[in-house]
T-cell receptor, first 115, second 114 residues
Framework: GAGVSQSPRYKVTKRGQDVALRCDPI?????LYWYRQALGQGPEFLTY????????KSGLPNDRFSAERPEGSISTLTIQRTEQRDSAMYRC?????????????FGEGSWLTVV | QKEVEQNSGPLSVPEGAIASLNCTYS??????FFWYRQYSGKSPELIMS????GDKEDGRFTAQLNKASQYVSLLIRDSQPSDSATYLC??????????????FGKGTKLSVIP
């Protein structure tokens, strides 16, 4: 596609429910990132994929958070047993890959509200 | 000390003036530096990248990098109301085991007054 596509754009869920957020990166981009952004803050790194390999998950807050990219394209971020503190904008980003400055392009984000 | 420090602002400048946005970082191993612009309710978009000490100019924007002082700045000449946004400083460290983590500051909110 022309840009990074995320769905759903808005999600309201009850505390304790599981949520899956989807990301479709720019066609041909091998690197995919998940970030979380709270109001008034910069994006906070969660995890990084190179093709289908999850090469860095050091930013995932706890074991309720997981991510996959099984075919090296679309990725899913799953939050199990959601808590109110999980409420935030979740942004996916992609880049062509390699070490060429690592310019990344963000999607419009998925706004999660846990009630 | 946070890895990337920015004054949250708001920074207000009159239309036509130069806006100066500053960022300091703690990790001397940082390799690449970026400025992203984020309009309210929108996603961050890349406006400048800089890798070497000195200045880099692109239109009305100039990025300045001083690795010895661990300082990177963005100058916006002839500021326009459409430049009003939050400006995010980001750096790429390049970690081991194939990590390509981009670390962001909190951002500086710029308001250009007509």
């Amino acid at each position: 596609g022309a840009g990074v596509s995320q769905s759903p754009r808005y999600k309201v869920t009850k505390r304790g429910q599981d949520v899956a957020l989807r990301c479709d990166p720019i066609s041909g981009h091998v690197s995919l990132y998940w970030y979380r952004q709270a109001l008034g803050q910069g994006p906070e790194f969660l995890t990084y994929f190179n093709y289908e390999a999850q090469q860095d998950k050091s930013g995932l807050p706890n074991d309720r958070f997981s991510a996959e990219r099984p075919e090296g394209s679309i990725s899913t971020l799953t939050i199990q047993r959601t808590e109110q503190r999980d409420s935030a904008m979740y942004r996916c980003a992609s880049s062509p890959g390699g070490r060429t400055g690592n310019t990344i392009y963000f999607g419009e984000g998925s706004w999660l509200t846990v009630v | 000390q946070k890895e990337v420090e920015q004054n949250s602002g708001p920074l207000s400048v009159p239309e036509g003036a130069i806006a100066s946005l500053n960022c300091t970082y703690s990790d001397r191993g940082s390799q690449s530096f970026f400025w992203y612009r984020q309009y309210s309710g929108k996603s961050p978009e890349l406006i400048m990248s800089i890798y070497s000490n000195g200045d880099k100019e692109d239109g009305r924007f100039t990025a300045q990098l001083n690795k010895a002082s661990q300082y990177v700045s963005l100058l916006i000449r002839d500021s326009q109301p459409s430049d009003s946004a939050t400006y995010l400083c980001a750096l790429f460290r390049g970690g081991g085991a194939g990590s390509y983590q981009l670390t962001f500051g909190k951002g500086t909110k710029l308001s250009v007054i007509p």
